[in-house]
């Protein structure tokens, strides 16, 4: 509503201070020497700014395009290990390209774009605040505002530079290109030039990726799909899991409602094809990702994305990607894992393909991953074994034992190492090699006795949260399915190998911990650095007690489950680890409760390198491995294999000596429901039908190493048990 006296002519008066004098004018106030300037400066960047709109060149879709194939090294910048190209670019005439296309393609990115003048002066002005930290959090210097002829731009003109000058030159280019070309021209181009992802610029390299079929012959639904997959392929390609899938239905119902806001289609058409996503045909796979490279370049990939590349820049940027990954280390991680498995499926390939190996090699110095074996073949399946997480084991002992020590704990404190069920529990914890009464907490580690794990973690306050925090301090992912109970040091938490390897180098690095990464160094086209891995690492664990776990952890190579580690010649630290579950089997003596190992592992280290082998059986991992297997066993010679090359050429290093420590803990036995200690009970012991079902996923019993497996010299005077 209009101002009664702004209506009336009635001024308003100058405001004026206390002493009576009228406020001057900002402008009366301002010296007249600084106007001079000022309007000098207008005028030269105002004649700046019409040369540069008058000199500047637009390009031609079909000469200035270009795409330039990324390479992938390894760790050397010299080796390849694979490549991510470009070769796929069709033109086709705007005449041939199907109305729903067009009409998608506006709905999803640029709803205004027949009536705007091609920029968007209101997303230039929000991504300049951006780029000086003013605006506000949801908007950064690369965002907001972009319509479909800035984009046109962008892809064939300029760089992903966060910058004012591109931002600038962005604003020109766009402004030109809108008062030069027509708006067919424009979205001619921009259909010809922008990434659909899976390798495809333009609407016909994509409709052949997705569909296998022309763009010409793309119905309704699937002209909308490809629409919305622009915004974002690597995310909405619904062949990369049911998330995706799922955020492209999203983007797909968004673009059906912009048609129908535009009076593209009507309300019934979109009312056919609105609840679900049209069919895609199976993907053709990349042989580029044949064999075992192909989990690691996913990885790569993976990676560039979240610091930041785009696809079309990962696709066709012509990047230089230098790895972490050790040319030799990944053959020997390769071959040790398919020999190894091999041998353990008894030489037969068909059960070997039933067996599944992931091993992961950490650079204590950096975090940066040595090699990693995922799977013998990516296009097979693009499970990675490596990454996937499954239960630990005893290998998880180590964050209990690190807790303790934390908490005024020594070596030499002792814990109930009887079978018993604690306080409120109704099921009691066993050691398949019997009972071991009162242990010492480093003989406790050593020989991976869990009831006096589960003693340990009872006595410490608020336990299964301090050993949580504890572990995630070493490196494992917060936010898991923690088992929060007093049996957390039993190994009920998944985690991955290659969590696990760079946890354990927490320990290795004297509670330095490094964030496991792929990625050393990238470089753009020109060569320029892009990026480059931070390895500087956090203190997260005291140093102390970091160097007195991987001490204590030297002992379970030298006299406990893991002694055969010790033929590597190298000092070494580890654990192993044997989940087993108790499975109810109805027999004709009724219900029995049958043992069945679920994974089986070796996580060991050397100052130097960390590796950790996981072995697990089934499509999904939860198969039975059979009851001869134990970290002890393939797991742990799968280690020796890999870590034989690992460490050749390298210094013998030795670990710190434990500190001096005095025990603030004054443990008294505990009233427990214990079974008498026993020499006979072992993991083979027959079940009775009333014997209750074994709830600890880490059974440890003694055992020789199997006939199948490779002869391995051992050390002089030294068992193998495997827990």
Do not use: C
Request: proline residues 6%.
């Amino acid at each position: 509503m209009a101002d009664p006296k702004r209506s009336a002519g009635v001024r308003n008066a100058p405001k004026t201070n206390r002493k009576g004098r009228k406020k001057r004018s900002l402008w009366v106030r301002i010296p007249l020497w600084i106007m001079s300037i000022l309007l000098v400066v207008g005028v030269i960047g105002a004649g700046a700014v019409a040369y540069a709109y008058a000199s500047i060149k637009l390009p031609d879709p079909n000469s200035d395009f270009k795409t330039n194939t990324t390479f992938v090294y390894y760790n050397d910048g010299k080796t390849k290990l694979g490549s991510f190209s470009v070769q796929n670019r069709q033109t086709i005439p705007y005449d041939t390209m199907p109305q729903d296309v067009k009409d998608a393609i506006v709905a999803a990115e640029n709803r205004t774009f027949w009536t705007d003048p091609g920029v968007s002066a209101t997303g230039l002005f929000r991504a300049a605040l951006g780029l000086v930290g003013l605006a506000p959090a949801d908007v950064t210097a690369s965002g907001g505002g972009s319509t479909i002829t800035q984009q046109y731009i962008k892809i064939m003109y300029l760089t992903s530079e966060k910058s004012f000058s591109r931002k600038a030159k962005e604003l020109l280019l766009a402004a030109k290109m809108g008062q030069t070309l027509t708006k067919q021209d424009i979205l001619e181009g921009y259909l010809n030039t922008v990434y659909f992802g899976r390798g495809a610029y333009g609407i016909e390299a994509a409709a052949q990726a997705y569909f296998q079929k022309s763009a010409a012959k793309l119905d309704l639904a699937e002209s909308v799909a490809l629409a919305a997959i622009v915004n974002s392929p690597g995310n909405l390609d619904p062949d990369n899991g049911k998330q995706q899938a799922a955020d492209l239905l999203e983007r797909y119902q968004y673009t059906l409602n912009g048609m129908v806001d535009m009076d593209a289609i009507t309300s019934a058409e979109r009312a056919e094809i609105y609840s679900e996503l049209p069919k895609f045909p199976k993907r053709e796979q990349d042989s580029t990702y044949g064999g075992p490279k192909g989990y690691l370049l996913t990885m790569v990939k993976n990676e560039l994305l979240a610091k930041g590349f785009t696809e079309s820049e990962i696709s066709g940027g012509g990047l230089k990607v230098v790895t972490t990954f050790d040319a030799k280390l990944q053959d020997a991680a390769v071959s040790a894992a398919q020999k190894l498995t091999l041998q353990a499926a008894g030489g037969s390939k068909k059960a070997a393909k039933q067996l599944h190996a992931g091993l992961a090699s950490i650079d204590n110095a950096t975090g940066g991953v040595l090699a990693l074996y995922g799977g013998p073949d990516f296009l097979q399946s693009q499970w990675n074994w490596a990454t996937n997480p499954r239960p630990t084991g005893s290998t998880f002992k180590p964050y209990a034992f690190a807790t303790a020590l934390a908490n005024g704990w020594t070596f030499t404190d002792t814990l109930n190492g009887n079978s018993f069920t604690p306080k409120g529990d109704s099921v009691p914890v066993r050691n398949a090699d019997g009972n071991h009464g009162r242990i010492t907490l480093q003989n406790a580690l050593t020989h991976s006795v869990n009831s006096a794990f589960v003693d340990l973690v009872t006595q410490i306050p608020n336990g299964p949260e301090q050993v949580q925090q504890m572990a995630e301090a070493a490196g494992l992912p917060s936010g898991g399915h923690w088992d929060l109970s007093n049996r957390i040091a039993l190994g009920n938490t998944e985690v991955s190998p290659l969590n696990q390897a760079s946890a354990y180098s927490t320990f290795a690095n004297q509670g330095l911990r490094h964030d496991p990464h792929v990625i050393a160094e990238v470089f753009d086209a020109g060569g320029t650095s892009a990026f480059q891995a931070d390895v500087e690492g956090t203190q997260a664990i005291d140093m102390d007690v970091a160097t007195d776990v991987a001490y204590a952890l030297t002992k379970v190579t030298q006299d406990g489950t893991g002694s055969r580690a010790a033929y590597l010649g190298w000092p070494v630290a580890g654990k192993t680890g044997t989940v087993g579950y108790g499975v109810p089997v109805k027999t004709k003596y009724g219900t029995v409760t049958q043992r069945q190992t679920r994974a089986a592992w070796f996580v060991g280290f050397t100052r130097q390198v960390t590796t950790a082998v996981m072995y697990v059986k089934g499509k999904e991992g939860t198969g039975d491995l059979g009851t001869g297997f134990y970290g002890s066993t393939w797991p742990l010679s799968t280690w020796l294999e890999y870590m034989k090359t690992a460490m050749k050429g390298k210094d013998k290093i030795a670990f710190d000596l434990p500190t001096k420590r005095t025990s603030t803990q004054s443990p008294t036995p505990r009233k427990t429901h214990s079974a008498k200690p026993t020499a006979t009970a072992t993991a083979t012991e027959a079940p009775t039908a009333t014997q209750p079902p074994t709830s600890d996923p880490t059974t440890d019993p003694t055992t020789t190493e199997p006939t199948t497996q490779p002869t391995t010299p051992k050390p002089t005077g030294s068992t193998s048990k495997g827990p």
